[in-house]
């Protein structure tokens, strides 16, 4: 029962931040204000959160990656692969060789292969806890893709060396050509399973709708047991189970492409993603919260090792650890500027340096967050033989000084960093949008032909029928009525804008209506959600 309990409290805690954080007078992401609630929950309560970190690993890490290659956008991935890739790998060892070295040289008495551990496991960035503080402040479009991509696959890369330095430290040995061979096949592997078993799902499912029929629920039920079942599929044959279900994210993501699944599911299965979204972050950081006050107390008494840590020797360990971790990624984010401008002089290209405000906003966005408290609390209790896992509560108080100080500095450092940036335009994605909207109208006037064909005759006031033709067509036909002009669209865009107000307010009178109708006891319960959940589907087309 305490059990139950202490997820229920958790739970109402992240649900109390969600509101919190729109009544507070000043503003501050809602990552921060999830870690004072849960920091105020271990303040009062002598009742602590027993955390498995196995459990806690398997229950929060799986869902979280497989969203993450389910919901980031594919082309941004491709178009801008190269900057992704350097800081998804290159910036990840980097940063744990740096990192590594420079904590076993800070710490002499912290094993080598503890502190690239520390390294490894606080090297992913949190694309959502950047999103959280980007929303008073918007990320150029460009950037918000590079960083989304280089969380997708920094997750996997770093969680992989960190296996890789915890296995060291409990074996005590660490063999090169070994671990780049199981480096192999958890990577390929990984990949492979988590592919198969997302495709195989989605195809199950297909089959078993087309000649059974569906409901609307099994599918999203499907969905998320999907990263349940990738990861530990890949984990039982020894491949990595955080690149299933990365992959399996993404195989869904294509599977979505082929258009089978009605729109009530989509509908459906959005809203209990972000909702599980919203829940398994938030509760993440409550944990972090609570956990924080005895993780600080059992590292300033050197519990494990029986070493003696002050707690301002702590601060300063943790400043340091702050410190070279942002210099590091400014290091490497000039480099690779420098890198790519090279090569496309080389090629006889130039490149439009940007402002040295968005250089400095790349280095604040490597914000950490539930993936690095995810698997730091993962590490082991005991060693092979017996004795204590090496300072596990320093490194764990490291790990969630460089979430909390991540979040802090972006709060404050990226919204005066971008506010009144002027960002170029991107002409390419508006011209796509343009040219999807043109050729989805197109489509939209044939099918209705098709189907004023297929029911001619078959309708018994034909000038009903020709009625609503008229006017679905005319919606689709105002697309097409203007240039490939610039100004044309532009002036499109605005009468789009503005039918989509006028509609929402139409929507929500007809909506105001049918509640005071059913207040007033003239429109029975049933028949009044039926109609309230047309018009909440026809809404959602404009918001």
């Not at 040289?105 to 980007?134: E, K, M």
């Not at 993440?284 to 070493?307: K, M, N, W």
Request: glycine share 8%.
């Amino acid at each position: 029962m305490d059990s139950i309990e202490i997820v229920l409290t958790m739970l109402l805690l992240v649900l109390a931040s969600g509101y919190l954080v729109r009544v507070l007078p000043f503003a501050l992401p809602l990552p921060l204000v999830q870690i004072a609630l849960g920091a105020g929950v271990a303040a009062f309560s002598s009742r602590g959160v027993q955390l498995d970190p196995d459990l806690f690993f398997v229950l929060f890490l799986p869902p979280l990656l497989f969203l993450d290659g389910w919901r980031i956008p594919k082309d941004g991935l491709l178009h801008d692969a190269r900057p992704i890739l350097q800081l998804a790998f290159g910036l990840v060892i980097f940063t744990v060789l740096g990192v590594g070295l420079f904590m076993h040289w800070l710490i002499p008495a912290l094993p080598l292969s503890v502190a690239f551990a520390l390294a490894a496991i606080v090297s992913p960035t949190d694309p959502l806890a950047v999103a959280a503080i980007s929303a008073r402040v918007p990320i150029p479009r460009r950037m918000l893709h590079i960083l989304e991509g280089e969380s997708l696959l920094n997750d996997a890369s770093g969680l992989v060396c960190f296996r890789f330095a915890v296995a060291a430290t409990l074996t005590g040995q660490f063999s090169l050509l070994s671990a780049s061979l199981s480096f192999v096949w958890l990577a390929f592997g990984g990949v492979a399973i988590g592919t198969a078993v997302s495709w195989g799902i989605s195809r199950s499912h297909r089959l078993i709708t087309r000649r059974f029929g569906q409901d609307a629920g099994l599918p999203v039920l499907g969905s998320l047991l999907t990263p349940f079942g990738a990861y530990l599929a890949a984990e039982h044959l020894g491949a990595s189970g955080i690149l299933a279900a990365v992959a399996a994210g993404v195989m869904m993501s294509y599977a979505e492409l082929s258009g089978v699944a009605p729109a009530n599911t989509r509908l459906q299965r959005a809203a209990v993603w972000d909702s599980v979204q919203f829940a398994l972050n938030g509760t993440a950081f409550v944990v972090l919260g609570e956990q924080l006050p005895g993780i600080l107390h059992r590292a300033s008494e050197g519990a494990a090792t029986g070493g003696q840590f002050g707690m301002d020797t702590l601060l300063l360990f943790a400043l340091a650890l702050n410190l070279v971790l942002a210099a590091l990624r400014l290091v490497w984010t000039l480099g690779s500027l420098h890198v790519d401008a090279w090569l496309l002089r080389r090629r006889g290209q130039t490149q439009q340096r940007p402002s040295w405000r968005l250089v400095l906003a790349m280095s604040l966005t490597g914000v950490r967050g539930a993936i690095t408290l995810a698997g730091v609390l993962t590490l082991p209790l005991l060693l092979a033989d017996g004795r204590p896992f090496p300072y596990r509560d320093l490194v764990i108080f490291l790990a969630m000084s460089v979430i909390v100080f991540s979040l802090l500095a972006a709060s404050f450092g990226l919204p005066r960093l971008l506010v009144g940036l002027q960002v170029p335009p991107e002409p390419h994605a508006r011209r796509q949008e343009d040219l999807a909207r043109r050729l989805a109208a197109k489509a939209a006037l044939t099918a209705i032909e098709e189907v004023r064909r297929e029911h001619d005759g078959a309708v018994a006031d034909a000038q009903i029928e020709a009625a609503a033709a008229t006017r679905v067509i005319a919606i689709y036909q105002r697309r097409l009525d203007g240039d490939d002009t610039e100004v044309d669209a532009q002036r499109l865009r605005q009468a789009d804008q503005a039918e989509r107000r006028l509609r929402l307010a139409a929507l929500r009178g007809e909506r105001a209506e049918l509640f005071a109708l059913a207040r007033a006891g003239r429109l029975a319960d049933d028949v009044t959600r039926k109609l309230v959940r047309e018009i909440d589907y026809v809404e959602s087309r404009y918001l």
